[in-house]
């Protein structure tokens, strides 16, 4: 885990927003949605669409374009992860 993700999954406590990460973060909107990408790919973030309550199957060629209006939350395993680092 990068020290990208380590910092995203640590907003993830509860589900967010893309632009409350962006402030949340500090990082720059690519950077935030790579490292958004490779959670979600691992299995350590579920994605949220098109509202808090909507969990969407992540699926690589669609994140792309909706990325930004998607909500997260860490998965069981994120937080596993992120806790024992």
């Known amino acids: 885990m990068t020290d990208s993700e380590f910092d995203i999954l ?7 927003s893309f632009r409350d990460l962006l402030q949340k973060t500090g990082l720059p909107a690519p950077q935030l949605k790579e490292g958004l990408r490779a959670l979600l ?7 949220f669409w098109p509202d808090p309550d909507t969990e969407l199957a992540y699926e690589e060629s669609s994140f ?3 990325s930004q209006d998607c909500y997260y ?5 994120g937080l ?3 806790n024992t680092r």
């Open 41 to 47: 790919e691992q299995g350590l973030a579920r994605s």
């Open 80 to 82: 596993l992860q992120h």
């Open 10 to 16: 640590d907003e993830l406590y509860f589900v967010t």
């Open 64 to 66: 792309g374009a909706i």
């Open 73 to 77: 939350l860490a998965s069981k395993e």
